[in-house]
């Protein structure tokens, strides 16, 4: 439960960081980097994270690519880095609450 509850906090405090960056860069936007590849990468996951958490992923890999000179294929580079970040991170939270369930048996 404790990890659980950290991962809701990093969590906040990631989603609180991408809201800033946004807005105190909102030309920063990153060619193909959309509200449809966040959709797609939620469903692709099932939505076991919230689509804010996916949107904050995804837009946090796309600022690392802001200055490519070649965009043509940053949204396929976005969307495996974001995968595996994300599938990682629900990989550890049903590994807690594996844990967690397994203590309290």
Known sequence: MLATVRFKETMNMSV???QS???DHPHDVVDGID???IEAI???LDW???RERVRCVVAEIALRFQDAT???FLPILVRRRALVRLR???DEI???DNHLLDEQS
């Open 42 to 44: 939620w469903h692709e």
């Open 94 to 96: 049903v590994s807690t």
């Open 70 to 72: 070649v965009k043509t």
């Open 88 to 90: 990682k991170e629900i």
């Open 16 to 18: 609180e960081l991408h």
């Open 21 to 23: 960056l946004a807005e």
């Open 48 to 50: 076991q994270l919230p």
């Open 35 to 37: 509200e449809v590849l």
